[in-house]
């Protein structure tokens, strides 16, 4: 009975030590929105703008897999033979 003590009295440790952990990520990381709002109003227009170049590019990758998805011969491999 002894020998399970240690294994009960480490894991209850552990389990203490990553709970904390989590508590005080919970309470010292800011949210999107706070680090979005605490930026200065230059760095907010360069993250909007790099937010919408981002979004226009997958906004075009999705109308390319739309074409693609369309028409069957362009999902072929370009090698492939024309029979």
């Known amino acids: 009975m002894s020998g399970k003590m240690p294994w009960l009295q480490l894991a209850t440790v552990s389990t203490g030590i990553i709970g904390l952990g989590y508590v ?3 309470a010292t990381v800011p949210t999107p929105e706070e680090t979005y709002n605490a930026m200065s109003p230059d760095l ?4 909007d703008a790099n ?3 981002r979004l226009a590019l997958e906004e075009g990758m999705k109308r390319q897999q ?3 998805a369309s028409d069957p011969e362009s999902a072929k491999p370009v090698w492939a033979d024309k029979s």
């Open 66 to 68: 739309q074409v693609q």
């Open 44 to 47: 907010r227009r360069k993250v």
């Open 24 to 26: 005080l990520l919970k």
């Open 51 to 53: 937010r919408a170049a």
